[in-house]
């Protein structure tokens, strides 16, 4: 019997920046196909968590693997589709089509002097397809909703195929509607596909009903298998030190 590797395996990960300590002794694991959240309050830690895993930044104390991989040793980065806050709130004065900006995940890929093969092209039209923006191809990225720039956004980081996607606060400046079109979207990518993601949010009501598991994060992390016990207006209230009331939020019709 195969036994893949985790796609993320952390152990003891503590960073510090500035003289505070951001993220403290954090360990986790991500299996391949799973679909996990995590969520925490704004300067919790949840951002730099995953430039850590991304290595963008570099841990004070710990280890990660990617694939099995020491982070130090991964290469093969086009096996993960990550967009970062903010994406969808990109220049809407920026002159690229919807295409043009979906090819940007082949060409990062590739290198902007290689041009795109018939290979490439098909991936980024299933890559459109996939996330139902085909038919905005010729629009200019300014023209589109919120909604519609998040999902070409989205497209983009699909062209290279990953096998795993990450999304960091994807619904900022999204109307509600959009949102549950969204969470569609990744519930068929994960299931059909088997593709990994991991959302993350600050906001507990867009936490989707699909999600197996749950990482809080607020300088440390902990982990949950079971994301509806967990959000309780008790927990809640002592991950973000407020006084929570907690409102349901159903993203299926």
């Not at 999204?174 to 949010?201: A, P």
């Amino acid at each position: 019997m195969r036994f893949d590797p985790p796609v993320f395996e952390v152990r003891d990960l503590t960073y510090r920046a500035g003289g505070q300590t951001i993220l403290s002794e954090v360990s986790l694991k991500i299996l391949q196909g799973e679909y996990c959240a995590v969520i925490g309050p704004n300067g919790g830690g949840k951002t730099t968590l995953v430039r850590l895993l991304l290595g963008l930044e570099k841990p004070t104390s710990g280890a990660i693997r990617l694939f099995g991989v020491p982070l130090k040793k991964f290469r093969r980065w086009e096996r993960i589709g990550y967009v970062p806050q903010q994406a969808a709130q990109m220049d809407r004065m920026f002159p690229g089509t919807v295409e043009e900006i979906v090819a940007m995940g082949r060409i990062s890929k590739l290198g902007w002097t290689k041009r795109l093969s018939a290979e490439d092209r098909e991936a980024v039209e299933l890559a459109m397809e996939t996330m139902e923006v085909a038919p905005l191809r010729r629009q200019l990225i300014g023209e589109l909703s919120g909604g519609q720039r998040q999902r070409v956004m989205i497209a983009r980081a699909l062209a290279s195929k990953p096998k795993v996607l990450i999304l960091d606060e994807p619904n900022t400046g999204v109307d509600r509607r959009s949102q549950q079109r969204f969470y569609g979207l990744l519930r068929k990518l994960n299931r059909e596909e088997r593709m990994t993601i991991l959302f993350v949010t600050h906001d507990v009501g867009v936490i989707a009903d699909d999600i197996a598991r749950l990482f809080t994060v607020n300088r440390t992390l902990s982990t949950c298998n079971d994301p509806k016990a967990l959000l309780s207006c008790d927990n809640i209230s002592e991950l973000y030190g407020i006084d929570a009331h907690l409102l349901s939020n159903h993203h299926r019709h």
